[in-house]
C-alpha cells in the first residue's frame, strides 16, 4: 500500500524557515517524480514544486520560486521542502504527492499544517 | 500561472448527470492532454478521479468521465449519488513544465 507521511510543519514567525519532510513507503519510491502542493485554509490547491526520479530535473511554481526548495534522498525514502522568509500567506496544509502518469499526483500524503504567525 | 478557471458550485439531485468546467489557456489546457481531476472530500487529501483527460484510474466509478474542447476541460459526473458531494480541482500540465489546478467546484447533492 502506498503510504506517503509528511512531518515538520507547526507554527512559525514571519520571516522564520521550515523544512517539510515526507516519508515515503509501499512502493520504489526512487523509481517516482514526487510534488508539493498545498492548501490555504477553507481554499483551493495550489501545486508547488516536482522533483524528478532522480532530483535531476525540478520545477517551482512561478509564483514561489526563490523562497522554496525541493529535494529527496531516494536512501532515505524521503521528500523534502525548505521554505524560507515566511509569511503569513504561507499558511497552509502541505501535502506531498507522488507524481504519476500524465503530470498527475495520484497518491497523497494527508498533510502537514504550517502556521505563519506572530 | 493563473489558476484554472472552474464554477464555486455544483448541484444536482440524485440521480442525475452534472458536468464541472475548467478553462484554461492554450499554454495549458489546450496545449496538452494532461488535465487530470481530483476529487477532495470534507478533511481528506484529494483524489485522482481522471487523467489524461478522460482515464479513469482502478478502482473509480465509471459513472466520472473526463472531456476536452480547447481550452476548456470538463468532468461529468453521471446518476449522481450522496457520496459524490465533495470538491472537484482539475489540474493540467503547462508549457513551462510546472502543473497548474483549477479554482475547484463544490459540488452539493440536493
Known amino acids: 500500500e502506498v503510504q506517503l507521511v509528511e512531518s515538520g510543519g507547526g507554527l512559525v514567525q514571519p520571516g522564520g524557515s521550515l523544512r517539510l519532510s515526507c516519508a515515503a513507503s509501499g512502493f520504489t519510491f526512487s523509481s517516482y517524480s514526487m510534488n508539493w502542493v498545498r492548501q490555504t485554509p477553507g481554499k483551493g490547491l495550489e501545486w508547488i514544486s516536482y522533483?524528478?526520479?532522480?532530483?535531476?530535473?525540478?520545477y517551482y511554481a512561478d509564483s514561489l520560486r526563490g523562497r522554496f526548495t525541493i529535494s529527496r534522498d531516494n536512501a532515505k525514502n524521503s521528500l523534502y521542502l525548505q521554505v524560507n522568509s515566511l509569511r503569513a500567506e504561507d499558511t497552509a496544509v502541505y501535502f506531498c504527492?507522488?507524481?504519476?502518469?500524465?503530470?498527475?499526483?495520484?497518491?497523497w500524503g494527508q498533510g502537514t499544517l504550517v502556521t505563519v504567525s506572530s | 500561472q493563473s489558476a484554472l478557471t472552474q464554477p464555486a458550485s455544483v448541484s444536482g439531485s440524485p440521480g442525475q448527470s452534472i458536468t464541472i468546467s475548467c478553462t484554461g489557456t492554450s499554454s495549458d489546457v489546450g496545449g496538452y492532454n494532461y488535465v487530470s481531476w481530483y476529487q477532495q472530500q470534507s478533511g481528506k487529501a484529494p483524489k485522482l478521479m481522471i487523467y489524461d483527460v478522460s482515464n479513469r484510474p482502478s478502482g473509480v466509478s465509471n459513472r466520472f468521465s473526463g472531456s476536452k474542447s480547447g481550452n476548456t476541460a470538463s468532468l461529468t459526473i453521471s446518476g449522481l449519488q450522496a457520496e459524490d458531494e465533495a470538491d472537484y480541482y482539475c489540474?493540467?500540465?503547462?508549457?513551462?513544465?510546472?502543473?497548474?489546478f483549477g479554482t475547484g467546484t463544490k459540488v452539493t447533492v440536493l
Open positions: 504527492a507522488r507524481g504519476g502518469v500524465g503530470a498527475t499526483c495520484d497518491y
Open positions: 489540474s493540467s500540465y503547462t508549457i513551462n513544465n510546472t502543473r497548474v
Open positions: 522533483i524528478s526520479s532522480t532530483g535531476s530535473n525540478i
